[in-house]
């Protein structure tokens, strides 16, 4: 992107739109590693309930 073409206000509005979706990009990630984590433990704990009932047989 031209940055040296902007008016300063534009640059303003430019870097501040910018920072708003590296801060979106980085809430999404954080966000998602959370999703994972909880659905690997969910995951672990259905297979550790299933091996307790065939355990038994």
Known sequence: MMM???TPEQRT???????????????YQD??????????HEMMQMQSQLLDIFKGH
């Open 13 to 27: 509005q430019a870097i501040a739109i910018q920072q708003k979706m590296m801060q979106m990009d980085m809430e």
């Open 31 to 40: 966000t998602m590693a959370q999703m994972e984590m909880k659905h690997a």
């Open 4 to 6: 040296d073409k902007l």
